[in-house]
C-alpha cells in the first residue's frame, strides 16, 4: 500500500513563506509525475503545480513567481515553497502523486491535505 504524508501546513502572514513536504511511502518502483493542489472553502479542487519526474514544472498563473516546485526522486518527495503568500492562497493543499508503478500496476494516489491559512 502507498501512503502520501504531508507537512509543513500552518498559520502565516500576508508576505510570508512556508514550505510543504510531501512523502510518498511504501513499495513503488517509480513515480511519474507529483504535485499539489488547493481545495478553499465552497471552491472546487485547482491545479497549484506539478512536476514530472525529469523536472518538467507547470504552475497555476496565480502562484506563479511565487511558489516553487521541486522533487527528490530517491525520496520520492515533492515539496512546495510558497512566498509572497496572499490570504487568498488559504485552503487545504493536497498532495498527488500520479502513476505510481509497482510492478505492472500503476495508480495514483492523493495524501490527507495540510491547512493553509495566510491573515492579512
Known amino acids: 500500500q502507498v501512503q502520501l504524508v504531508e507537512s509543513g501546513g500552518g498559520l502565516v502572514q500576508a508576505g510570508g513563506s512556508l514550505r510543504l513536504s510531501c512523502a510518498a511511502s511504501g513499495t513503488i518502483d517509480s513515480i511519474n509525475a507529483m504535485g499539489w493542489y488547493r481545495q478553499a472553502p465552497g471552491k472546487p479542487r485547482e491545479l497549484v503545480a506539478t512536476?514530472?519526474?525529469?523536472?518538467?514544472?507547470n504552475y497555476a498563473d496565480s502562484v506563479k513567481g511565487r511558489f516553487t516546485i521541486s522533487r527528490d526522486n530517491a525520496k520520492n518527495t515533492v515539496y512546495l515553497q510558497m512566498n509572497s503568500l496572499k490570504p487568498g492562497d488559504t485552503a487545504v493543499y493536497y498532495c498527488?502523486?500520479?502513476?505510481?508503478?509497482?510492478?505492472?500496476?500503476?495508480?495514483?494516489?492523493w495524501g490527507q491535505g495540510t491547512q493553509v491559512t495566510v491573515s492579512s
Open positions: 512536476i514530472t519526474s525529469g523536472g518538467i514544472t
Open positions: 498527488n502523486a500520479d502513476g505510481v508503478r509497482r510492478g505492472w500496476i500503476s495508480k495514483d494516489y
